[in-house]
């Protein structure tokens, strides 16, 4: 996989991209920070989604996908806004449709040109006079420097904004893709809601755009878990304005290829951002199961141990449990044999062996406590029964994630 | 469903067993709390039993299987330590095989008739010595009345022993049906581990028995969740004597619908009391999934609910927080209409609406409140699309559970 040059500019890295963020107190929040934000292209994009499993789907994530049937897979607008998921509420596509339209009036485009999404508490009806007082100066504040802005208005309890971008060439042309992304945790917690926006100026068919999100959001976003619940609102969208004026990329040949690892990249980034922020976490957790006999036995492995409470506790506890990871692999449910499976634990420090062929081996407590006292850890398994490998994301299960999701709403 | 009367006695209450439990310092202990137990029936038993799904298992757990085929499904004794697990070690068979040779010498019986079982920390060596010095002790000591001893030996952090009995009729015969199990929890925690014995003097054929065994796991045992972390010790032995006289039960008739009323009766109740005690719980988390099309989808509907880990902070705090339960229902993965589900939460103070046809009602935040400041909750779903219905039992989370699992190990 090739790997290419960061760049500034988040959601605004890419040619053509607009963004900006504003507070309009959809909820009162004596800090002012921006609760609401836009992106807007100067030019239509092919738009790829990847949205929540979730049976329950917030009303946004709807409206999003009828929007993008209607306009077939066009759109040039993203309106959202945190402090409400504008979910389980009877008025919700109501108003997540009053929100497209409100921006399409303000931008002179069609309202299933916009692309909605809403993050925050669920079953509150969200409030649309704000939202309408604000579309105006959101409009006037669009700059191709207001990623930032952007970045900062969908925050909830993210305890820092998340954005990644990168620069490629695409038949000689230099492209660019970058994003911004929320994380799992909500003022008044309630659902760990993940969005994540994604522009590039890249020239791609809407139909590769689509399988380039699909097959990176399952080894990237679909790898990350902070504990285990999937929200209502999930959602990946993904712009392609095709400016950087590349000869459009319609076939799986090796500008695809280039595309889809400047798309990982970004995308892998962005999820080890929100690992790392997780709600409580003190601890990035990065599992990388190799010599797996396919991708989907690798992915079920190494999200198997991000997932393990007890591990996630033991590594907040800086205990060098070897017997939890191989626990949490023995319940993976996969076909492998578990006594070949080797396991290191690493972090900028060193690395240990703790495991081999299935069992222990011994190691000094010394050396490994100090591996487990940096803040980014690796766990490192090796199921030697192929050579596909994966990698999952994850944070340690803390005082603070039962702090913050056992206080009372409000 | 037939309800029995309860009765003391435990692993003891059924006719012709025996039990005891003594210190044998597995692991030096100040408190000398009991740490092997031994159960035998005075005729030979049909002997069922269901283990670990983990691929890694514990070393006792392959003995046991290897034991019962060999002998055809019959046992006549129970061998059975805590604070080590024997699991991860090079020499876990040989010494898993040492522990029934030594009750089989003791007892006069073959190594094949002996079940052993361990429970604790995994990867250390298991000393042999003071187990072997232990079982002369433990047979001189057993006793019809040596159940309490029994169930002690096999705690590790339970904070309670964990008994429950019931007398039942079958063919005019009174049969009798009891057990103890230890649950989630370890004195240096590694894994959460869950054993079980049964013993009924109930005549019923081994294909049978392992039915009843096989189906009352799937209702009881498998619906049980902590911290959705599986272990690679759990074992759950049932042994039948016969002693009662009954007809045999040898097919699917009234009779045996009668021992699996009453089976249910005690694994329920001991699945309970695991929940209760669940590592760092204040709360009992009771969740009953009815209206649902199949067993199946209950039972998934239910377990996802009590595993949510967003759910389980929410009732550490008191919060009546159902977008979390309607969240943890949607992405169960079975099939039903969402937008037809009912939740109630309830506890021995009262019960409140709080969604209705998938959708949020307006309740008493109070009313809820006080509901929940209760120490047994119920989570009542109705999927309003069947009429089955199942039961998951779990428990909140909590700083605690932090605290005992992010300790280190010594």
Known sequence: MKTFETIEGGVCAAKGFKASGVYCAIKENPTKKNDIAMVVSDVMCNAAGVYTQNKVKGAPVIVTKKNLEKSGGKAKAVIVNSKNANTCNADGEEKANEMCRLTADALGIKPEEVI??????????????????????????????????????????????????????????????????????????????????????????????????????????????????????????????????????????????????????????????????????????????????????????????????????????????????????????????????????????????????GAGVEFSEEEAKKILLEDEIDILIDLNSGDVSATAWGCDLTYDYVKINGDYRS
Chains 1, 2 share one sequence.
């Open 116 to 357: 909605v999404a809403s993050t925050g508490v669920i079953g509150q009806i969200l409030p649309i006079e704000p939202i309408a007082k604000a579309v105006p100066e959101l409009v006037e504040k669009l700059s191709y420097t207001g990623n930032v802005e952007a970045a900062t208005a969908i925050m909830t309890t993210d305890t820092v904004k998340k954005e990644y971008a990168v620069k490629f060439t695409v038949g000689g042309k230099e492209c660019h893709l970058g994003g911004m992304a929320k994380g799992s945790g909500m003022i008044h917690p309630n659902m760990a809601t993940t969005l994540n926006f994604i522009t590039t100026d890249c020239a791609i068919s809407p139909e590769m755009l689509q399988k380039a999100l699909s097959e990176i959001v399952k080894i990237t976003y679909n790898c990350l878990s902070v504990d285990g619940d999937q929200s209502t609102n999930d959602t990946c969208m993904l712009m392609a304005n095709g400016l950087a004026e590349n000869p459009e990329i319609t076939e799986e040949n090796a500008d695809f290829a280039t595309f889809k690892d400047a798309l990982y990249q970004v995308m892998a980034n962005l999820t080890r951002m929100l690992a790392k922020d997780g709600e409580g976490a003190t601890k990035l957790l990065t599992c990388v199961c190799s010599g797996s006999p396919d991708l989907d036995t690798a992915i079920i492995v190494a999200k198997s141990v991000i997932r393990s409470p007890l591990f996630k506790c033991a590594m907040f506890g800086a205990d060098a449990n070897w017997g939890r990871v191989l626990c949490a692999i023995g319940y993976a449910e996969a076909d492998f044999d578990i006594n070949k499976v080797d396991v290191d634990l690493g972090s900028k420090v060193g690395k240990i062996a703790v495991c081999r062929n």
